[in-house]
């Protein structure tokens, strides 16, 4: 028989683990499902993906589409991520990204003796989140300037990893030169971007500022896409373009340990 006693509710609803709520727990799964699908999944395909029950999975995604956090095709019956769902994420910022990531950015930043820094998408540029300078080392604070993203070998790792289609939806029509290195040929651009993908790493050479070298890696997620981007630079005369493979080297290390640290 049912209880209504929300004591024994809550302690039925409990998972594994102590402090989680099963049905959110598997909500939550649901949601992550959806979003790492190659394509929209039906709630049978997803109760199995997730191991659970057909008709919890029809509960939980009803519940979920209520709310705007999925949305079901009525053609199809096949899920995709809601409205809502964006909206959060929108909200989102990078503070906790940024505490997970610092370890690895503190140690980094004194191996190579030279700023690191992190790099989200903001609309069709990047933006520096996070930084950190190696010690008794002067640098310019980075935080919130926007980046354009063929003149930075951030702006070209983020670049490389998306689709042809969507490269040329951020891009602007004219490629502004900032030095005389700048690469505003869209036809160079993309191979410096097919080296990007078969390195692994970007490199920039005063294509942004004349006198300052850097290079980045993509922290990926799990569809492959950049998640955030990590970025070594310094003033051309330490960041040689002898130092840049090895720097390259580093920060894709980097890069992946920290898409680890956000699993």
């Not at 024994?8 to 402090?19: D, Q, R, S, W």
């Not at 993203?149 to 689709?163: C, D, E, N, Q, Y």
């Not at 896409?225 to 894709?252: C, D, F, H, K, Y």
Request: include cysteine; charged fraction near 25%; glycine fraction near 8%.
């Amino acid at each position: 028989m049912r209880t209504e006693d929300p004591a024994v509710e809550t302690a039925t609803e409990e998972a594994p683990g102590g402090n989680r709520v099963q049905s959110v727990d598997r909500a939550v799964t649901l949601l992550r499902a959806i979003s790492a699908s190659a394509r929209p999944p039906t709630a049978w395909e997803l109760a199995r993906t997730c191991g659970i029950n057909r008709s919890t999975a029809w509960r939980l995604l009803g519940t979920l589409e209520h709310h705007g956090l999925v949305e079901r095709d009525p053609a199809t019956g096949r899920y995709g991520i809601g409205y809502t769902a964006l909206e959060v994420a929108a909200a989102a910022g990078y503070d906790g990204l940024a505490r997970r990531a610092r370890p690895v950015l503190e140690r980094v930043a004194r191996d190579a003796g030279e700023s690191i820094m992190i790099a989200a998408a903001r609309r069709f540029s990047l933006v520096y989140v996070d930084q950190v300078d190696p010690p008794t080392v002067p640098t310019a604070n980075w935080l919130g300037r926007q980046l354009p993203l063929h003149a930075t070998s951030a702006g070209k790792v983020f670049l490389a990893w998306l689709p042809e289609d969507e490269r040329d939806a951020v891009l602007p029509s004219a490629l502004e030169r900032y030095t005389e290195h700048t690469v505003t040929d869209r036809a160079r651009l993309w191979e410096s971007l097919a080296d990007v993908r078969r390195d692994g790493y970007g490199i920039c050479l005063g294509e942004f500022e004349e006198f300052s070298n850097g290079v980045s890696a993509a922290v990926l997620d799990h569809r492959a896409r950049p998640a955030v981007i990590l970025n070594i630079w310094g003033p051309s005369q330490r960041v040689t373009e002898r130092r840049l493979p090895a720097l390259g080297r580093m920060a894709l290390r980097a890069a992946h340990e920290i898409s680890l640290v956000l699993e």
